[in-house]
């Protein structure tokens, strides 16, 4: 069984920062890629952004040189660094992590449970 936990959402002015992070925990054989989703109210989930097991990242448009995504593979924690928000950057935000629970199983994907973030004056 493997668990993701999410802590770091809350209200921000726009223009403050934010850091996300999500551990895994449980029977983790190995991790592959990690990823932040955002939903907002009436929107379809999207990617935020990714890093590959060789430390590749990757990012929307919307957030290219304001978040950063990182993470630390001996603590199985993927973390999201989010500068000068904007309120179009409210929505619900969800870590994804690919795992491998066991050397005989096969890579699944785990999502966190999700974490509110809402950036108003």
């Known amino acids: 069984q493997v668990q993701l936990v999410e802590s770091g959402g809350g209200l921000v002015q726009p223009g403050g920062s934010l850091r996300l992070s999500c551990t895994a925990s449980?029977?983790?054989?190995?991790?592959?890629?990690m990823a932040w989703y955002c939903q907002a109210p009436g929107k379809q989930r999207e990617l935020v952004a990714v890093?590959?097991?060789?430390?590749?990242?990757n990012y929307a448009d919307s957030v290219k040189g304001r978040f950063t995504i990182s993470r630390d593979i001996a603590k199985t924690t993927v973390y999201l660094q989010m500068n000068s928000l904007k309120p179009e950057d409210t929505a619900v935000y969800y870590c994804?992590?690919?795992?491998?629970?066991?050397?005989?199983?096969?890579?699944?994907?785990?999502w966190g449970q999700g974490t509110q973030v809402t950036v108003s004056a």
């Open positions: 890093i590959t097991s060789g430390g590749s990242t």
């Open positions: 449980g029977s983790i054989f190995s991790i592959g890629a």
């Open positions: 994804n992590l690919k795992i491998v629970p066991t050397s005989r199983a096969r890579v699944t994907d785990y």
